[in-house]
């Protein structure tokens, strides 16, 4: 039996299910340290700046909300 793996959006707080996540690295550039972070690619969208390009596509969810 597969487990289904959730994870937290760090936007809204909401988990939801790892495969439907974006995972975000933020890094220091001075520094090696980094960490990875998880959201809805709606979230996502919404708190970036509209002239921010994303080339890829993170908002192919389902949900009806
Ligand atoms: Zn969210």
Known sequence: MKKLQSVMCCFCGESLAHKDSVEITISMSNSEESQGLFSHG????????????IGIDVDNENETN
Do not use: N, Q, R
């Not at 709606?42 to 390009?53: A, F, N, S």
């Open 42 to 53: 709606k979230c996502l969208k919404k708190v970036l700046h509209k002239e921010v390009p």
